[in-house]
């Protein structure tokens, strides 16, 4: 059976997207399992180079060893210089949607264009210090903007709220154009800041720390971020 797409969902639609990186990966197939049972069809994956962020998190074979025990969509994040490189080996080992930075090294254009060429979807995405001005050019050209709550590199940070003017900026000028873009926000999503990031536009709502590390498990986390969220 072919495998959900993002583009298969509105953007008026509320998705939580649980970051994987602050899973137990010890115990990663029972975490993406109970996020499954709480009905997550979003699994967001960070990839960190220690260059573009001062980290380095997971890459290719984590998402080869998990590809086969879960149907979720797999929403990959590039936080790399280069993304243009490695952009098939993601799409081999089970990507289905992957977003790179704007403030990347490689050139904008190619890599959506490299990302086309696997019947993917593409995202753009940028730091908080990057006007939103930068990525508008590309609106008519992507699936998914992913505005950086926090500064890209680590879980667990506070959510910036300053960010909400480019949030709510960006919905304007998605719904005036019509389409179905869809409004990605990423770091310090908690079961407080999820409303003000729903009122303000903002429709994929990536969770790390919040959902991994609730105390009431996985499930309760979803479903409350989800309660909260509308
Ligand atoms: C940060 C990553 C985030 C991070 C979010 O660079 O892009 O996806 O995992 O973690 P929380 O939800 O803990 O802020
Ligand atoms: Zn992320």
Redesign the pocket.
């Known amino acids: 059976m072919l495998r959900k797409k993002l583009t298969d969902i509105s953007n008026k639609d509320v998705v939580i997207a649980p970051?994987l990186?602050a899973a137990d990966f010890t115990s990663l197939k029972s975490e993406i399992e109970q996020t499954k049972r709480a009905g997550v069809e979003v699994l967001?994956i960070?990839v960190m180079d220690g260059h573009f962020v001062p980290n380095i998190s997971m890459g290719v074979p984590v998402l080869q060893c998990i590809r086969p025990i879960t149907d979720q969509i797999f929403d990959v994040?590039l936080?790399i210089s280069h993304p243009l490189k490695y952009i098939s080996s993601f799409v081999r080992a089970g990507a289905d949607h992957i977003t790179f930075h704007i403030e990347s090294e490689d050139n904008a254009e190619q890599v959506i264009n490299e990302i086309r060429k696997y019947s993917i979807t593409v995202g753009m995405s940028l730091k908080p210090g990057t006007d939103l001005e930068a990525l508008l050019p590309y609106l008519g050209q992507i699936d998914m903007i992913?505005i950086m709550t926090v500064e890209?590199g680590f879980g667990g940070q506070s959510f910036m709220a300053n960010m909400m003017p480019k949030v709510r900026l960006l919905r304007e000028e998605i719904s005036k154009s019509g389409s179905n873009v869809h409004i990605e926000v990423?770091g310090g999503i908690d079961h407080k800041t999820v409303s003000t990031v729903v009122k303000g536009g903002a429709n994929v709502l990536?969770a790390g720390t919040s959902v991994f590390k609730y105390c009431d498990g996985i499930e309760k986390a979803v479903l409350a971020l989800k309660k909260n969220a509308s």
């Open positions: 970051s990186l967001h960070d994040h936080m992913l890209p990423d990536v």
